[in-house]
């Protein structure tokens, strides 16, 4: 008797089951289908990179930082002129699961169909039928992708595709539990969160060896996530890690700040709690990805140290880029963080601001997000954790910068670890300009150039041929 792969038969059975899908959602529109795609397309934080500041949700217009150039994100309002209210749900699905946009043209990778294409046919169904009933249409088209040759040749990615694009849908492990299961479904796919906690190859792929092993997002380090108990989470509780995805903050551990706050602020705390703690377990038995630098774990590094005891009597220079770490903290952090560091309980919902001894945002090697928080602040959105941090931007230059950072990093963060006058100005400036772009542009110039000269010396050869009879 033969053997049937279950796989297979998923993935040729998906056509049949989206016409069937596309028949049954024309006669009606389901409240409880609109209901679940309103809670995946939540799950998937579709409103974060497709809503500017200034727009309309889901309208587009976000410009998204990429190693390649910026990238636009489009109107996916169920307007037939400017969003996708023309898309079948074959279409929509081709897009979500696939990368491909109505029109044939290829979606780059910022949009994370890699993560979307673990989704099976009903959730498909579920977002399709809440994005064209209860989603309201925009009447506007956001200004296109723009990329240097030869990324603004979209056919491009076909090739990418086949490379590194497994658009199978997700295949429970029958060897798991359901909640296991269900955790891995929402963190391999409509969580996304290899997109950004995974580091990438030189083709902007993600690394598979190292997955969510730590990435870098624009100016933001997205951690390892991974199950390693020194360079990852593994030495997080279950409850812990679901507290975090819930509320952004651990207490003695780390709170969120950049885009990880926002995922937060979008999505995770409009999950269920089973959900959450579903991808909670699941994170926990993720293959360890270990960093051979990291000594301990983020989460364990400093001790209470007391600013004022090293500015008490010392004289302030006039010139304030030239204060020491501690004159700095003490003008600038001590009333919230505290005098030795240990932060303020405060705020009726349970808020506090954070410890910074044993806090991971001074516990990893890579600092950025140290030098982020400092530079931009973190807020949180209305309904999230009411403190936040102001930004110091604008009232500290990038000497004061790095002179409190390392004083920080010195006395209640990793001590292995420094922050830089470059890297300062580069995150400041918008993050590092990518060199991809132009090593490309280089190797086919290059290519062309080889070309020409085995073309040349061809007819050369046939020109001396010609000649000789």
């Known amino acids: 008797?033969?053997?049937?792969?279950?796989?297979?038969?998923?993935?040729?059975?998906?056509?049949?089951?989206?016409?069937?899908?596309?028949?049954?959602?024309?006669a009606s529109s389901d409240p409880m289908l609109l209901k679940r795609g309103e809670y995946l397309a939540t799950a998937g934080d579709c409103i974060a990179c497709h809503s500017s500041a200034a727009g309309k949700p889901f309208a587009g217009g976000l410009s998204l930082a990429t190693p390649l150039g910026a990238i636009v994100s489009t109107n996916i309002t169920p307007s037939k002129e400017h969003g996708i209210g023309?898309?079948?749900?074959?279409?929509?699905?081709?897009?979500?699961?696939?990368?491909?946009?109505?029109?044939?043209?290829?979606?780059?990778?910022a949009m994370p169909y890699t993560a979307y294409a673990q989704l099976n046919g009903e959730?498909?169904?579920?977002?399709?039928a809440y994005f064209m009933e209860s989603v309201t249409p925009v009447e506007v088209t956001p200004p296109p992708t723009v990329l240097p040759f030869p990324f603004n040749i979209r056919w491009s990615m076909a090739g990418w595709n086949l490379l590194f694009l497994n658009d199978k849908p997700f295949v429970p492990d029958q060897s798991k539990s359901v909640e296991w299961n269900r955790g891995a479904y929402l963190v391999q796919g409509l969580a996304h969160c290899s997109t950004c906690h995974t580091p990438r190859n030189i083709l902007m792929a993600e690394d598979s060896s190292r997955s969510l092993g730590g990435g870098v997002v624009g100016t933001w380090y997205a951690p390892n996530?991974?199950?390693?108990?020194?360079?990852?989470?593994?030495?997080?509780?279950?409850?812990?890690?679901?507290?975090?995805?819930?509320?952004?903050r651990v207490a003695?551990?780390?709170?969120?700040?950049?885009?990880?706050?926002?995922?937060?602020?979008?999505?995770?705390?409009?999950?269920?709690?089973?959900?959450?703690?579903?991808?909670?377990?699941?994170?926990?038995?993720?293959?360890?990805?270990?960093?051979?630098?990291?000594?301990?774990?983020?989460?364990?590094?400093?001790?209470?140290?007391?600013?004022?005891?090293?500015?008490?009597?010392?004289?302030?220079?006039?010139?304030?880029?030239?204060?020491?770490?501690?004159?700095?903290?003490?003008?600038?952090?001590?009333?919230?963080?505290?005098?030795?560091?240990?932060?303020?309980?405060?705020?009726?919902?349970?808020?506090?601001?954070?410890?910074?001894?044993h806090n991971t945002t001074l516990g990893h090697a890579n600092t950025n997000n140290l030098v982020m928080a400092i530079l931009e602040g973190v807020q949180r959105k209305e309904g999230g954790p009411e403190l936040t941090m102001p930004a110091f931007d604008r009232s500290l230059n990038d000497e004061q910068i790095v002179t409190l950072s390392n004083y920080l990093l010195h006395n209640y963060g990793n001590t292995a670890s420094q922050v830089m006058a470059q890297q300062?100005?580069?995150?400041?400036?918008?993050?590092?300009?990518?060199?991809?772009?132009?090593?490309?542009?280089?190797?086919?110039g290059v290519a062309v150039f080889i070309l020409l000269l085995v073309l040349g010396w061809f007819l050369w050869r046939r020109f001396r041929s010609a000649r000789s009879l």
Request: charged share 20%; proline share 5%.
């Open 424 to 444: 300062v100005k580069v995150l400041r400036a918008g993050g590092e300009p990518s060199s991809l772009a132009l090593a490309v542009q280089i190797a086919l």
């Open 123 to 128: 959730d498909v169904q579920a977002l399709y």
């Open 225 to 248: 996530i991974s199950s390693d108990a020194i360079s990852g989470i593994g030495a997080w509780s279950v409850d812990e890690i679901a507290a975090y995805l819930r509320t952004g």
């Open 86 to 109: 023309h898309y079948t749900l074959e279409q929509f699905d081709a897009a979500l699961r696939h990368g491909k946009r109505a029109d044939g043209a290829y979606l780059y990778p």
């Open 252 to 357: 003695g551990k780390a709170q969120a700040g950049g885009p990880m706050a926002e995922a937060i602020d979008n999505s995770f705390r409009h999950l269920s709690d089973p959900d959450i703690k579903a991808m909670a377990v699941y994170l926990r038995t993720t293959p360890a990805v270990r960093d051979a630098a990291d000594t301990q774990a983020a989460h364990t590094w400093g001790q209470p140290v007391a600013a004022y005891e090293e500015v008490r009597g010392m004289e302030v220079p006039a010139d304030e880029s030239k204060w020491s770490g501690a004159q700095l903290y003490d003008a600038n952090c001590a009333s919230c963080h505290n005098a030795r560091g240990e932060g303020s309980a405060m705020g009726g919902n349970g808020a506090a601001l954070p410890s910074l001894f």
């Open 1 to 26: 008797m033969p053997i049937i792969n279950s796989a297979r038969v998923r993935a040729c059975a998906l056509p049949f089951l989206l016409l069937w899908a596309t028949l049954a959602y024309a």
